[in-house]
């Protein structure tokens, strides 16, 4: 699709899709052991801390957006129809799931192995220039191990054309017994399900909403707490299912390109946004 058009290429749940996890690559310190999956998106297959895995693993089965936790990058959550304008143009983006656009492209390609080393691991990624996503770019990773702590560093960087961007880390945690969360506001869904404004009190759980948060996150789970925190504001927590508890810090709210809530980069301009996991 050219990077004026005005609507998006016909449906498909291609997100939906199974996704093979490929060579695994592991980083530790101690007692906290990390399998990334490179060819799988680029997300985290799995994390253990002291013999408990805390995501929920792959499966031949499972659609690749529903295991490990991967990257959203250049845009978080979905795009409305898959379209939006920017720079006074109109674009469309492949519908992936139902009637919208989700997650971005970096979950559903293979990223490039920078560095590998044994407590640190870098990725990196092309973006395409094509009818996944018009503007070109990068995508860099970086995983850190210190001690009972994993620090996700994302950065999206625009290319020769200036472009919108929203990021974060979408990470399915096998359900923990218990959530210490306490947003300060909630983005209403409307009859598509998708974030609208003005931002409103908080409902009462199960959700699939996004929140503004800036206080830490803990999960409770087999004598273990997790501690979630980012430079994000925006989370989508996700309690809905039985089986996982997904907690996505985002840099902006999903249609972010939409609601005008995105990161604006003019051509070679670069944004990072962090993730940190810390066991108590």
Same mark, same amino acid.
């Given at each position: 699709?050219?990077? @004026?058009?005005? %609507? ?13 996890? !490929? ?8 007692? /906290? ?14 994390? +253990?801390?002291?013999?408990?895995d ?28 898959? +379209?939006?304008?920017?720079?006074g143009?109109?674009? !469309? /983006? ?32 092309a ?28 950065t ?5 054309? %200036?472009?919108?961007?929203?990021? !974060? ?8 017994? +218990?959530? #210490? ?10 009859? #598509?399900?998708?974030?609208? /404004? ?20 803990? /999960? ?12 994000c504001?925006?989370?989508?927590v996700?309690?809905?299912? @039985? ?16 609601? !005008? ?20």
């Amino acid at each position: 699709m050219a990077p @004026d058009a005005t %609507g998006p290429t016909p449906p498909s749940d291609e997100a939906m899709a199974p996704m093979a996890p !490929g060579p695994l690559l592991r980083i530790g310190q101690g007692e /906290l052991e990390v399998a990334v999956a490179p060819a799988a998106g680029g997300r985290v297959a799995q994390i +253990r801390c002291e013999g408990l895995d805390w995501l929920v693993g792959h499966s031949p089965d499972a659609p690749m957006i529903g295991w490990g936790s991967y990257p959203m990058v250049p845009w978080a959550g979905r795009i409305r129809h898959g +379209r939006f304008g920017f720079g006074g143009q109109h674009h !469309g /983006l492949p519908i992936n799931l139902g009637a919208h656009a989700i997650h971005g492209v970096g979950f559903a390609l293979p990223w490039q192995v920078e560095v590998h080393g044994a407590s640190e691991l870098v990725l990196s990624l092309a973006l395409p220039q094509d009818e996944r996503w018009p503007f070109g770019g990068t995508a860099r990773q970086r995983f850190l191990v210190c001690e009972r702590r994993l620090r996700m560093e994302l950065t999206v960087t625009a290319g020769a054309r %200036g472009m919108p961007a929203t990021v !974060g880390w979408h990470p399915w945690f096998i359900k923990p017994e +218990r959530l #210490e969360f306490a947003p300060t506001g909630c983005y209403p869904r409307d009859e #598509e399900g998708m974030a609208c /404004l003005p931002v409103v009190e908080p409902p009462p759980g199960p959700w699939d909403d996004c929140f503004i948060n800036r206080r830490p996150v803990v /999960l409770h789970r087999a004598g273990q707490r997790l501690q979630l925190s980012s430079d994000c504001d925006h989370w989508v927590v996700y309690d809905q299912p @039985d089986h996982a508890t997904c907690v996505e810090p985002q840099s902006g709210p999903p249609d972010g390109f939409n609601l !005008g809530l995105a990161q604006v980069l003019a051509p070679g301009e670069s944004f990072t946004a962090w993730y940190l996991l810390e066991w108590l």
